[in-house]
């Protein structure tokens, strides 16, 4: 779940938003093979409202990627209080966006999730810090408070890898608190909330969560029993929902982006591109090219580590296999063969 700050949900964005089909029926419960009348359809729940840290979507959905691959795919808005893993397992969402670490947490409670794809190779939540604040490190937050959702894995990883004490604040998804408080700091994605500090007069700075050693993927997943079902389909969306990602951040983002504040009317162009920036500086979508990594790359070393932080955490109270939780035989076979 995305903390946005002064987020506010339109009429439109509080119903299941079709992107590239009106239909409203569930799943393919027939083949994957596509016919010109019976495309296969996918459900796509976001982790927020429409916005531009979920544009390579729409980018996909706009230049009709999904629908060449044979797919009705409908984009379904997330937002405050949604439970993500509550949908897929009742139906009502075939694939979802979300953070690695937490399906991994899932797999241990055995509950039945898979993750088949990355589509951030670093997850953007960061430290929001006003300028002259004397934490430099992730060593100085000693003795700090910090706003963050109650969910948050980091927050523990934080306190033993450094040896420090962290007092936690309920987040409630704005930055009044920070504008009001020069010693305020707060969970933020470094795509968002840094714009509205400084559009409100604000000073800031972040600290990535992901260079504090805490380092998950944002990534596509579902239910064992649909991507089971529907392998090639699932396939086909990561291919298409990859070109979509490459066009939205390497090409022109406009068409994604059109969609995105007729969906959100907090989505200005200069906001949009503003979030596409820092995306592009922090290596979030395509990571660092000079350490191997590249668009869709999930490998098993990094999949390992975080099982072994988890449980060094006690998150999880032993490893376990990643087959459990993770298919590497649906992406690109170019992926596939980068995956060890």
Partial sequence: MHPGASVRATAALVLVILVSSC???GPSTSSDA???EAPVKIRFKTDWFPQAEHGGF???????????AGLDVQIVPGGPGVIVPQLLLSGEVDLAMGRSDDVIVWAQQNLPFVIVA?????????LLLHLDDPVKTFADLDNRSIMAEASVHWMDYLRQQYHINLRQIPLNYGIANFMADKTFIQQCFVTNEPFYVQKNGGHCRTLLLSESGYNPYRIIFGTQAFVNAHPEAVRRFIAAS?????????GDPTPAKA????????????FMDYSIKAMREQHIVFG???EGEQLGLMTRRRMQEQVEVLARLKL???LIPLDKFVRFDLLPPPLQAAAQ
């Avoid at 990859?242 to 390497?250: L, P, Q, V």
């Avoid at 969609?259 to 200069?270: P, Q, R, V």
């Fill in 118 to 126: 990355v589509y951030m190779e670093h997850d953007p939540q960061a």
């Fill in 23 to 25: 239909s409203k029926t």
């Fill in 34 to 36: 596509p016919t010109a």
């Fill in 259 to 270: 969609i995105i504040s007729k969906l959100n009317e907090n989505m200005s162009s200069d």
């Fill in 316 to 318: 999880i109270p032993q």
């Fill in 288 to 290: 660092k090219p000079e």
């Fill in 242 to 250: 990859f070109k979509g990602w490459n066009d939205f951040m390497n």
């Fill in 58 to 68: 729409y980018e996909a959905a706009a230049k009709g990627y999904y629908k060449d």
